[in-house]
């Protein structure tokens, strides 16, 4: 598909948030046609950003509502679609209130497939979409975005609306513009990045360019990285520490993935270890000249259940919070038991954020922009899988168009 912006692979973000899956997006080699948000600090880090990081150096950004945007000029020229839906109708710091809270905004996900027909839609979201209580409406989604041109009238509820959308599937009739939908739960942890953070991926590709999701496969591994530290030995000479001694509540782990050795084809998981190297240690209140964001907060305190995350494993999945910063889930866990605020540079590494990348705001803001943003490695991941995908697909199709010919 070629369109006015000279590039085959254009996208469109909605929900930037600081960026993350956008720059997923973009390492993934799309170009963003437009990448819309509606919070100033986080719009600033955007534009604040588009001078220091060379990816984001053209990106348009709308400082607007969804719910206000106009997609038709777009239509037939977006290959991808992108959304990072507001997740706190769906997570527990939100108060789960779902389909009911006035923060869900999968009707204008689904306004916004119905005008742009992209060839695929990546939509990012909580675990807590899967939970039982959830299920009805995460179904409603998926019928939704399988026939977008079968959108609910305002006064009608979603709960009747799905009724119609099952009835109309069953008789075949989805409407011109269909979807194959289906959707994955994956750990950050497992594509490299340094935080065990559990995010679902709806994906959708338009349904005449016959391609469905296939399960993406885990590139990094626990296993590896028990290997590493209680096998080989690696993981300790990379970093230059002694050993510990093994645990021993691993030894029957340790002893299993020894035997397994040489099949163990994943790389390791990494570590807020490994993803802090070369940064020192932030100072209280006090910037670090050369290090953007890298300024220390007093306070932290451990709590049971709230403990920090440990140096030499992924690091706890970070969280925005609806009042401040969660203390124990953005809090560091020394070697010797004590514990400290991450600085926002150290977070925005756990999220696989270039180090140029500057946050506008306070700091408490820019956990805010962290806690809410996807892992830009996992985001890549997912949309490299999701392109190739399409690619292998658009080929075959080429291939027998040319045998019928």
């Given amino acids: 598909m070629e369109n006015t912006y000279g590039c085959q692979d254009t996208s469109i973000e909605l929900f930037t948030g600081a960026g993350g899956l956008a720059l997923g997006v973009a390492r993934a080699g799309y170009r963003h046609a437009a990448v819309v948000e509606w919070n100033r600090d986080a719009c600033e880090s955007l534009r604040l950003n588009s001078l220091r990081v060379p990816e984001m150096a053209d990106w348009p950004v709308f400082e607007a509502d969804v719910a206000e945007f106009d997609f038709t000029p777009f239509r037939g020229q977006i290959r991808l679609l992108a959304a990072g839906a507001p997740c706190q109708p769906f997570s527990l710091g939100g108060k789960h209130k779902g389909d009911s809270d006035a923060r869900n905004m999968f009707p204008q996900v689904f306004r916004a497939v119905r005008e742009l027909a992209p060839d695929i839609v990546i939509v990012e979201n909580v675990k807590g979409l899967l939970r039982q209580s959830f299920r009805p409406y995460f179904d409603y989604i998926k019928r939704q975005l399988a026939a977008p041109e079968r959108s609910c009238p305002r006064t009608r509820d979603w709960r009747e609306h799905d009724s119609k959308l099952v009835s109309q599937a069953r008789a075949g009739h989805v409407g011109e513009l269909s979807y194959h939908v289906d959707h994955q739960l994956l750990n950050a942890a497992d594509f490299g990045v340094p935080q065990t953070r559990q995010r679902v991926f709806i994906v959708a590709f338009r349904a005449d360019l016959g391609v469905r999701w296939r399960a993406m496969a885990a590139t990094h591994s626990e296993d590896a990285l028990l290997h590493s530290k209680w096998v080989d030995g690696s993981y300790w000479r ?21 035997v397994l050795g040489g099949t163990l084809f994943e790389k390791r998981w990494r570590t807020v270890r490994d993803a802090l190297e070369g940064l020192p240690e932030p100072k209280d209140k006090r910037e670090s000249p050369h290090i953007l964001n890298h300024v220390g907060n007093p306070g932290a305190r451990s709590y049971p259940g709230h403990t920090g995350s440990p140096y030499d494993a992924p690091a706890k ?89």
């Fill in 238 to 258: 990379e970093h230059c520490r002694k050993r510990p001694d093994t645990p021993d509540s691993l030894r029957e782990r340790i002893s299993r993935v020894e």
């Fill in 317 to 405: 999945t970070l969280k925005a919070g609806d009042h401040g910063v969660p203390g124990g889930e953005n809090m560091l866990r020394r070697d010797d038991g004590s514990v400290r605020y991450f600085s926002v540079r150290e977070a925005a590494r756990l999220q696989c954020f270039p180090d140029e990348y500057e946050f506008a705001g306070a700091w408490s803001e820019g956990f805010r922009q962290l806690g809410n943003a996807v892992p830009v490695l996992l985001a890549q991941a997912v949309v490299e899988h999701a392109t190739r995908l399409l690619n292998a697909a658009s080929t075959t199709h080429s291939r027998v168009r040319e045998r019928v010919a």
